[in-house]
């Protein structure tokens, strides 16, 4: 088991002025599942290289396990990789596929001392003779790979985990895409490293396969208590296995928490943008206060802000006053109004005309253009809308996100996260 931690890592590659990553700082911690999201380029499968020891860092240095890791060789750094393309040996079954690094894999000098120490209180255990306990040491002290019996115990063991054990005298071609990437899992798991590291490892697959291996690896994370760092641009696999997500752009860090505070509490424009399925809506506008009242100007429409603003987020957000700022909204978080229903107050309540209406079972997707602006609205199918319809819909005040133009950081979150937010620490305290 092992933590890892960047510090100042930077890639340039040969050839190229601008970096890869640039001055990346990082902590994961001991057993924890972290995965690397972010859009084709950014650098998620490079610092993944670099963790592995595969590529040269440019400059900074990396800790695996507390040890400084820049010149370790790939192979002593005690690492496990499954690829994308699952890097099978096509004329090997899928127990020696299993079984291949146990086989070509050298004890270090330590290992073969721990294992002399543990065959030793085998042989007090045994009660043998000092005769043959010597006899028995010497016997381990001089071999330097796993014998055959060990290496059968740990294959159908990892086999087994992975329910693999019909497969075991198949080659690779006679597998389902599914089974294998259960096979590349389970090579890197014989190993027992200290850290699995996982590059795309599901998107050669279809829809229902990836699904389950989600779930199965979520679940050998949790059986192996092993670090594990993951890369992926597939949102819903991030959001659903992690224990944090880091989110990359053009080699920066935008934000690196949870996946609840990621579309709770997303830190700038890119990240409320990039998590969420459909993505967030975002509308250009001024920001104003009058008579004690927040509101954002959109092409003459009014939309107005929580009058119940805490005292931390009024500090920020008042010397807007008067500046352009960008609103944002969820899909889903914007309210479809009934035909013939009156409401309270017809404040952030708009006639709008859709444009299109996608019908997906359980949920309907409505485009349309709102203050010259072309958004989304996810909605329960029980709604009964259609192309070509006018409707009536509500922004919710309390769903609304204000980002700053220039900088793209929030200076306003929803005041339903916050609300959510308190009401979790609440329990935990409790």
């Known amino acids: 088991m092992a933590s890892i931690e960047f510090k100042h890592v930077s890639k340039t590659y040969p050839g190229s002025k601008a970096p890869v990553i640039k001055d990346m700082n990082l902590e994961i911690n001991d057993q924890e599942f972290v995965i690397f999201v972010g859009p084709s380029g950014c650098g998620k499968s490079t610092t993944l290289r670099l963790i592995a020891g595969l590529e040269d860092i440019s400059s900074g240095d990396i800790f695996i396990d507390g ?23 096509p004329n090997m079954t ?20 721990d294992r002399v120490v543990t065959a030793e209180a085998l042989c007090r255990k045994k009660k043998l003779s000092p005769e043959e306990t010597q006899k028995c040491l010497k016997k381990v002290s001089r071999e330097t790979r796993f014998t055959k019996d060990e290496i059968d115990s740990k ?14 005298d198949r080659k690779p071609k006679a597998l389902s895409g599914g089974q294998r990437q259960r096979v590349a899992l389970g090579r890197a798991m014989v190993r ?11 998107s050669n697959l279809d829809a229902k396969l990836r699904t389950e291996m989600r779930s199965q690896i979520a679940s050998l994370h949790k059986s192996l208590k092993t670090t594990f760092v993951y890369v992926t641009h597939d949102q819903t696999e991030a ?52 008579n004690g009242k927040y509101y ?5 429409k009014k939309i107005y802000l929580p009058g119940d ?17 960008v609103l944002g909204i969820r899909p889903e978080a914007i309210s479809i109004i009934a035909e013939n229903t009156a409401t309270a107050s017809e404040d952030n309540v708009f006639t709008i005309h859709v444009e299109l209406s996608e019908f997906l079972g359980a949920e309907v997707y409505l485009y349309f253009e709102f203050a010259g602006t072309h958004c989304m609205a996810r909605i329960p199918s029980i709604h009964r809308i259609y192309t070509g319809d006018d409707i009536r819909i509500s922004l919710v005040p309390s769903n609304i996100y204000v980002f700053d133009s220039k900088t793209t950081n929030t200076i306003l979150y ?10 979790d620490r609440s329990e935990k305290l409790e």
């Open 67 to 89: 040890v400084r890791s820049n010149e370790i060789p790939p192979k002593e750094r005690d690492i496990a990789m499954v690829f994308q393309s699952y890097a099978l040996y």
């Open 94 to 113: 899928v127990y020696k596929n299993i079984a291949f690094p146990l086989k070509i894999r050298k004890f270090s000098q330590k290992e073969i001392d």
């Open 155 to 168: 294959v159908h063991a990892v086999a087994k985990i992975l329910d693999l054990e019909p497969l075991l």
């Open 192 to 202: 027992s490293p200290k850290v699995f590291l996982l590059d795309e490892p599901l």
């Open 239 to 290: 959001m659903t296995i992690a224990d944090r997500i880091v989110v990359i752009n053009n080699g920066n860090i935008e934000q690196f928490d949870t996946p609840r505070n990621l579309y709770d509490f997303p830190s700038n424009i890119f990240v409320a943008g990039f998590i969420g399925s459909p993505e967030m809506n975002f509308l250009n506008g001024q920001f104003h206060i009058e």
């Open 296 to 300: 954002i100007l959109l092409d003459e």
């Open 309 to 325: 603003i805490d005292n931390k987020q009024k500090e920020i957000i008042q010397p807007f006053d008067g500046r352009d700022v």
């Open 414 to 423: 929803s005041e339903n996260s916050v609300k959510h937010s308190l009401e």
